[in-house]
C-alpha cells in the first residue's frame, strides 16, 4: 500500500513567488494535516481537513497560504507571496479516523525562500 | 500555552549502550503521547501512551506515560547503529487533533 506521498521533495523559490504544495494521503483517509518545521524549531501545526472540510485551520501563519482539498481527495497548500521566514519543512500527514492513534506521515516538502 | 519538551537534545553513544529519552509536557486537557522516529524524511509512528504506568514494549524500544508528572521516558537498549535517528515526542489534546510537539531529541549511535 501507498504511503503518504508530497511534491515536491524541495522547493527553492525567491521572495514574493508562488510556490504550491502537493500531498496526496493514504487512500481511504478522510483525515489530512499539514504540518511545518522551520529550522532549529519544533513542528508545528497548520490545519487539519477531515474529507473536503477544513476542521481546524487555527496554526495557519497568515492569509498568505491557502489549504485546499477539493473532492476530499489529495490537498495543496500554496503560500502566495512567499516570505523569507516561510523557509522550512511541509509535513502532510493522514489517517484514517480522526481520533485514531496513528498519523501516517509524509516525506516533507522542503521549502527555500530566497 | 501548550507545550512539550524534550531533554536531552542530542545524545551520542556507543553500540549497545541503553538510552533513556525524555518528554514532559503542560497540555491542558490530556489526550495521548506519541512518539516518532524520524530518520532521513517521513516520522514514523512508534508509540501511543493514553494511561499511565502502563509499559508499551516494541523489540528493544519501550516507553511509559507518567502522568502525575506530566512526563513520558522512551528506553532503547543494547543501542544499534540503526537506531540513530531524531525521537520526535508529540501530545494530543482532547478538544482537537493537532499534535503538539517536542523539539525532538538527536540519538546518535556510534559504532
Known amino acids: 500500500e501507498a504511503g503518504v506521498t508530497q511534491f515536491p521533495s524541495h522547493s527553492v523559490i525567491e521572495k514574493g513567488q508562488t510556490v504550491t504544495l502537493r500531498c496526496d494521503p493514504i487512500s481511504g483517509h478522510d483525515n489530512l494535516y499539514w504540518y511545518r518545521r522551520v529550522m532549529g524549531k519544533e513542528i508545528k501545526f497548520l490545519l487539519h481537513?477531515?474529507?473536503?472540510?477544513?476542521?481546524?485551520e487555527s496554526g495557519m501563519p497568515n492569509n498568505r497560504f491557502l489549504a485546499e482539498r477539493t473532492g476530499g481527495t489529495y490537498s495543496t497548500l500554496k503560500v502566495q507571496p512567499a516570505e523569507l521566514e516561510d523557509s522550512g519543512v511541509y509535513f502532510c500527514?493522514?489517517?484514517?479516523?480522526?481520533?485514531?492513534?496513528?498519523?501516517?506521515f509524509g516525506p516533507g516538502t522542503r521549502l527555500t525562500v530566497l | 500555552e501548550d507545550k512539550v519538551v524534550q531533554s536531552p537534545l542530542s545524545l551520542v553513544v556507543h553500540e549497545g549502550d541503553t538510552v533513556t529519552l525524555n518528554c514532559s509536557y503542560e497540555?491542558?486537557?490530556?489526550?495521548?503521547l506519541l512518539w516518532y522516529k524520524q530518520e532521513k524524511k517521513a516520522p514514523t509512528f512508534l508509540f501511543m501512551l493514553t494511561s499511565s504506568g502502563i509499559e508499551k514494549k516494541s523489540g528493544r524500544l519501550s516507553s511509559i506515560l507518567d502522568k502525575k508528572e506530566l512526563s513520558s521516558i522512551l528506553n532503547i537498549t543494547a543501542t544499534q547503529t540503526g537506531d540513530s535517528a531524531i525521537y520526535l515526542c508529540a501530545v494530543r489534546n482532547i478538544s482537537n487533533y493537532q499534535l503538539i510537539w517536542g523539539a525532538g531529541t538527536k540519538l546518535i549511535i556510534k559504532p
Open positions: 497540555v491542558t486537557n490530556f489526550r495521548s
Open positions: 500527514a493522514s489517517s484514517q479516523r480522526t481520533s485514531g492513534n496513528e498519523q501516517f
Open positions: 481537513f477531515v474529507k473536503e472540510s477544513k476542521q481546524d
